[in-house]
């Protein structure tokens, strides 16, 4: 995947540019970023996950050393993943008619629709991102969210259907909370 380039140049170049004596432990440095970048996040939202967003962007190593750009490049990232693995679970769960009455059948058709959809919107967000269109990039994101809010609302249109994506597009929703907090975060006040 060719965004990873771009991962690695932020990391190099933060080793590069770290302006205090704290460089000589880039580990404990970036540990300290993403826990203060999630718990800003939190802070300013109700709703934001804190634990998920410490969680999930520690588990990519490259975040281990990284700056504010490269971390929402990570949650980018992963929201991406997050989304095609979710489009190859549609496929198959669309393979297995018995398994699922009309209307969630239905429902299922839609949120391959959505995020076959929402794969591109990431892709353009990364693109709006790398070349400092802030807001397009949010914009983007913020479609995405609203993709897996349909999905999810979908199969909630009729009494006692459970959805069966209801985790993946609860994850989706929140690498992209992460996202748009971080680069929020950017384009506003740096968290010191
Ligand atoms: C960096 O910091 C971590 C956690 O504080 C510590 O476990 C580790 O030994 C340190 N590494 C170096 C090279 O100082
Ligand atoms: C994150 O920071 C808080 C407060 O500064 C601290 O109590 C907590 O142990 C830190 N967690 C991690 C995973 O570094
Ligand atoms: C989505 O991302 C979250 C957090 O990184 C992870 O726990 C989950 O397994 C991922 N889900 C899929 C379908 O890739
Ligand atoms: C189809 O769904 C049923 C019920 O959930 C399950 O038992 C079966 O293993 C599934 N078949 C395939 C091919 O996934």
């Not at 609203?146 to 597009?169: D, H, I, M, Q, R």
Request: charged share 15%; net charge negative.
């Amino acid at each position: 995947m060719r965004h990873f380039s771009y991962f690695l140049s932020f990391c190099l170049f933060n080793f590069l540019v770290i302006p205090h004596g704290k460089s000589s432990n880039t580990s404990a440095v970036c540990v300290d970023i993403i826990n203060q970048t999630c718990k800003t996040c939190a802070d300013e939202s109700a709703s934001f996950n804190y634990n998920f967003c410490l969680t999930s962007l520690q588990t990519v190593p490259v975040s281990h050393a990284t700056n504010l750009q490269g971390l929402a490049l990570v949650a980018m990232e992963l929201a991406l993943q997050n989304a095609s693995n979710t489009v190859s679970s549609i496929k198959e769960l669309l393979t297995n008619t018995t398994s699922f009455d009309p209307f969630a059948f239905a429902c299922l058709e839609d949120c391959m629709e959505l995020y076959l959809g929402a794969v591109l919107t990431i892709v353009d967000s990364v693109g709006a991102f790398l070349s400092e269109h802030y807001i397009n990039a949010k914009l983007w994101l913020s479609l995405v969210v609203e993709s897996a809010t349909t999905c999810e609302e979908g199969f909630a249109e009729k009494k006692g259907e459970v959805s069966p994506l209801t985790k993946k597009n609860h994850d989706l929703i929140q690498l992209c909370n992460t996202a748009l907090c971080i680069i929020h975060l950017l384009t506003h006040a740096i968290p010191s």
